[in-house]
């Protein structure tokens, strides 16, 4: 009985996380809607935005001496980004998702790999060290760096920037969408808080591994966000919007998230097994996405139902171990 009620109450604060990460998305558009509709406003906006629930959970699990959970959640937001979000996105709009080489070049691609995988394979030696945590922040910035240069070229070079997010911070008119930011960052705070002691005590009850319930619960509760964007950016064909969100998430939680986590408490990887296999599956989830995205410049539904099929898949295997 107890652990229905907690799968139940993590639903919700799952759900709860969504609506909190959609209201910051709103609310960071609104501050920034100069640069609506490119890849760059995705990936700074949107991207990290929606990344806040793993932020949060990182941060609330590594506070109480419970980071293997955070990293689970990190790892288990981009599998599932991978592997549930881009393809349920793509069949619940019923449209086929056009790609341009664009956002597939052979710099963007190797960027993305490197910096979405390498972290977690920091941990094939047991542990994640500050260092290596620092390491991971280092590597974000160098992502920030990268991201910065692929914005428009008529937009500003980085003094005019400064000059216009002091102008947007202190705009009065702007208060409103400061105020919601503001708010719907301490929900998300308080909600993944709860959602962290949620799943330990459920770990307990149901007498299963954290780093599962990180991975399998957690982690597609927390990763709602991406699916709501993803999905309102493929019907409304914004695919620069779709693919920035989803740069900038895999990248954030790998990165952003693991590094804070590791800086506040070394992680110690447990339960090696499972986490070697999602390691391999999340490898296999990159291959197989970039793979059917670029072989034909084109998602369709056979495609999107494969990356799915590869998510279960992987949660059989992993229930089995």
Same mark, same amino acid.
């Given at each position: ?43 700074? #906006? ?27 959640? #990190?790892?288990?937001?981009?599998? #599932? ?80 920037a400064i000059a216009q997010v ?75 919007v779709l693919y920035g969100d ?76």
């Amino acid at each position: 009985m107890l652990s229905v009620v907690l799968i139940l109450s993590t639903i919700i604060l799952a759900f709860i996380l969504y609506r909190a990460a959609h209201y910051l998305v709103i609310g960071i558009r609104e501050v920034s809607r100069t640069f609506t509709g490119t890849f760059f406003l995705a990936a700074l #906006a949107t991207g990290i935005a929606t990344a806040i629930p793993e932020i949060s959970i990182g941060i609330s699990s590594a506070i109480t001496g419970n980071s293997m959970v955070g990293f689970a959640n #990190a790892l288990g937001s981009n599998t #599932a980004t991978l592997g549930l979000i881009l393809p349920l996105a793509a069949l619940a709009s019923g449209m086929v998702v056009q790609v341009r080489t664009s956002h597939f070049s052979r710099k963007t691609t190797f960027v993305m790999l490197t910096a979405a995988l390498f972290p977690f394979l920091c941990g094939m030696d047991g542990t994640i060290s500050r260092i290596d945590g620092l390491f991971l922040l280092f590597l974000f910035f160098v992502y920030g760096t990268y991201l910065f240069h692929k914005r428009p070229k008529d937009l500003f070079g980085f003094k005019s920037a400064i000059a216009q997010v002091r102008n947007i911070v202190f705009k009065p008119k702007l208060f409103p969408a400061w105020t919601l930011i503001i708010v719907a960052i301490l929900i998300l705070g308080v909600a993944s808080y709860a959602m962290v002691q949620n799943g330990l005590l459920l770990s307990e009850v149901v007498g299963v591994s954290p780093f599962l319930v990180g991975l399998f619960l957690l982690a597609p509760g927390s990763a709602l966000p991406e699916l709501f964007i993803a999905l309102v950016a493929i019907q409304k064909r914004q695919i620069d919007v779709l693919y920035g969100d989803i740069f900038a998430s895999l990248i954030t939680n790998a990165n952003l998230v693991v590094g804070l986590i590791a800086v506040i408490a070394p992680i110690r990887v447990i339960a090696l097994p499972h986490y070697l296999m999602a390691i391999i599956f999340m490898l296999l989830l990159y291959a197989a996405s970039i793979f059917f995205v670029s072989s034909r410049e084109r998602l369709d539904k056979w495609e999107s139902m494969g990356l799915i099929g590869l998510y279960i898949l992987f949660f059989s295997i992993e229930t089995l171990l």
